[in-house]
């Protein structure tokens, strides 16, 4: 679980690397990432600004970070994709919860008319959190 005053990222507690807040949707929506609690706190150097998979640095991590945020907010909050993006401008999730809807129908479509005498070609999707990289 994460404990506020230590690093969102790789849990260190600022000791060698002071710890900076990061606004997790910044620039214009910097005050409503205040407002709702999208704040983290990252190992200035490490993990925020300087190295190889700092938020700052990293596409991927930034991507994560964001939907992380999206996903606290929506849960925190009740909201749907459609108000998430009415508040912060839009989607940050990798699969949006209609699609991910739409795909778990697909499947149980699927199952329904399947021939036994064909090969399966089957692809899974993960849509847990803990698929997330961080």
Not at 68 to 97: A, C, H, L, S
Not at 108 to 113: A, V
């Amino acid at each position: 679980m994460y404990k506020e005053r230590e690093c969102f990222l790789c849990g260190r507690n600022g000791a060698d690397d002071p710890l900076d807040k990061h606004h997790i949707f910044g620039g214009a929506y910097r005050r409503k990432s205040e407002q709702y609690g999208l704040t983290v706190y990252l190992c200035h150097a490490r993990c925020h600004e300087k190295g190889r998979h700092a938020v700052h640095r990293d596409g991927e991590v930034m991507r994560w970070m964001r939907e992380y945020g999206q996903r606290k907010v929506m849960d925190e909050q009740g909201w749907t994709v459609e108000e998430f993006i009415r508040e912060f401008g839009k989607n940050y999730m990798n699969v949006p919860e209609d699609l991910a809807g739409a795909m778990q129908q697909l499947h149980l479509l699927q199952e329904e008319t399947e021939d036994p005498e064909e090969p399966e070609d089957k692809v899974n999707f993960i849509l847990t959190d803990d698929a997330l990289p961080y």
